[in-house]
């Protein structure tokens, strides 16, 4: 019994180290914008005072305690862009997230994908991959980390003008 937990919890630490790590390759690439916020971050930027009769404000430093790591990032070179649409697809074969939504507009594809925490209202993970953002063909890679409600995170995305932010507004509201 203590060999058959003992290996649940490699497995479980393995799949949590799997996902931090996966994208990672493409931090420093060439061609390759990157945006890498970690958990120390969100707990410092959290700390900050803002008004006290600031809803809006007090939410946004509320969400920023649930969340662990974001990573986004951005590219308009076609090489780059396919290496992270095979690490896109080989992350969802050995970490099955659920579809949240999908969007083809005029040569944009928008995928958002979600891991939900045991009980369903929480997202413990949620990954974006949007192929020709723009008029620059842009190719967005966006992961994060946490335990969160789908509604804050369009929130932060607006906040720190992350691409992609109007994806997830759209999805939260579905």
């Given at each position: 019994?203590?060999?058959?937990?003992?290996?649940?919890?490699?497995?479980?630490?393995?799949s949590?180290?799997?996902?931090?790590?996966?994208?990672?390759?493409?931090?420093?690439?060439?061609?390759?914008?990157?945006?890498?916020v970690?958990?120390?971050?969100?707990?410092?930027?959290?700390?900050?005072?803002?008004?006290?009769?600031?809803?809006?404000?007090?939410?946004?430093?509320?969400?920023?305690?649930?969340l662990?790591?974001?990573?986004?990032?951005?590219?308009?070179?076609?090489k780059?862009?396919?290496e992270?649409?095979s690490?896109?697809?080989?992350?969802?074969?050995?970490?099955?997230l659920?579809?949240?939504m999908r969007?083809?507009?005029?040569?944009?594809?928008?995928k958002?994908?979600?891991?939900?925490?045991?009980?369903?209202?929480?997202?413990?993970e949620?990954?974006?991959?949007?192929?020709?953002a723009?008029?620059?063909?842009?190719?967005?890679?966006?992961?994060?980390?946490?335990?969160?409600?789908?509604?804050?995170?369009?929130?932060?995305?607006?906040?720190?003008?992350?691409?992609?932010?109007?994806?997830?507004?759209?999805?939260?509201?579905k």
């Amino acid at each position: 019994m203590k060999k058959l937990f003992l290996t649940l919890v490699i497995a479980l630490f393995s799949s949590t180290l799997f996902a931090q790590a996966a994208f990672d390759k493409f931090d420093g690439q060439e061609n390759v914008t990157s945006v890498i916020v970690n958990k120390k971050m969100f707990e410092l930027m959290s700390k900050v005072k803002v008004d006290a009769t600031d809803k809006e404000a007090q939410a946004y430093m509320s969400l920023l305690k649930k969340l662990e790591n974001l990573k986004v990032f951005t590219t308009n070179s076609s090489k780059p862009a396919s290496e992270m649409k095979s690490t896109v697809n080989s992350y969802l074969k050995s970490n099955p997230l659920d579809e949240l939504m999908r969007v083809n507009d005029g040569g944009k594809t928008v995928k958002i994908y979600v891991k939900s925490s045991a009980n369903g209202n929480q997202v413990k993970e949620l990954l974006m991959f949007i192929e020709g953002a723009s008029a620059k063909n842009e190719t967005v890679l966006l992961s994060l980390t946490g335990n969160f409600d789908l509604e804050e995170i369009s929130a932060l995305t607006e906040k720190m003008r992350l691409p992609g932010g109007d994806s997830l507004k759209k999805a939260s509201k579905k």
